[in-house]
């Protein structure tokens, strides 16, 4: 998944984000309410875990925008107010969830597990386009019923296509599925992706264009192969 940490503490914000990663999702940082509100208008996450003592904008005034703006990603507030107003009011303002400071991290991780749950509940279908059957379980994909053996990056990248047939990506799309905001990866490292996914379904019998180039543009799926 894909996730916004808003939160104004480093102390808190850096182990934090840290162990998110090591979770194995892709995490951006604001640390403050506006910076928040910025992130979520460039990019699409399925999840934010926001702090409600927050600088500039308070985290009950984001998530009140958020939600008045008809954003439906799950929230996760995180604070240390913990009597039952302030959990009612965070839940009424359209929070999914509310874990209270200080927590431990095998708790959150469990929390962002049973979100992460309904945010895949549909991506847990089989989806079959021609030869190529993604498992969204297993989170693999094979052709005529041969595993690609793709990496992790490289099984996103794919996965856009397969859930989007019909719609052209630019290498900044895809930059955006993989990579943190304050990561420096160039387009060209999403060029090799495609060409590493090319040749993998060369190797079990599948064509290269299956992945067509659209040229000034990006890539798109071939459904016609």
Not at 82 to 87: F, K, V, Y
Not at 133 to 147: D, K, M
Not at 152 to 166: A, D, G, Q, S
Request: with cysteine; glycine share 8%.
């Amino acid at each position: 998944m894909r996730i916004l940490l808003v939160e104004d503490d480093d102390y808190i914000a850096k182990p934090l984000a840290k162990d998110i990663r090591h979770q194995g999702h892709v995490v951006d940082v604001a640390s403050d309410g506006v910076s928040g509100w910025e992130y979520t208008q460039a990019v699409e996450y399925d999840l934010i875990l926001l702090d409600l003592m927050l600088p500039r904008m308070d985290g009950i005034s984001l998530c009140k925008q958020l939600r008045a703006s008809g954003c439906k990603t799950h929230i996760l507030m995180l604070t240390a107010k913990d009597t039952i107003p302030d959990r009612v009011l965070g839940l009424d303002t359209g929070a999914d969830d509310y874990l209270v400071k200080p927590f431990d991290l095998e708790e959150l991780a469990a929390r962002i597990r049973a979100l992460s749950r309904r945010v895949v509940d549909m991506q847990q279908m089989a989806i079959v386009q021609g030869s190529l059957e993604l498992n969204g379980n297993s989170h693999t994909i094979a052709y005529a019923g041969q595993p690609l053996g793709l990496t992790p990056k490289e099984y996103v990248i794919l996965e856009c296509f397969l859930r989007n047939p019909t719609q052209v990506f630019t290498r900044a799309n895809l930059l955006d599925k993989l990579w943190d905001l304050d990561k420096l990866s160039g387009e060209e490292t999403v060029r090799t992706h495609i060409t590493n996914i090319r040749r993998k379904l060369k190797a079990v019998g599948g064509s290269e264009d299956l992945i067509q180039t659209v040229y000034g543009v990006g890539y798109s799926f071939n459904s016609k192969l």
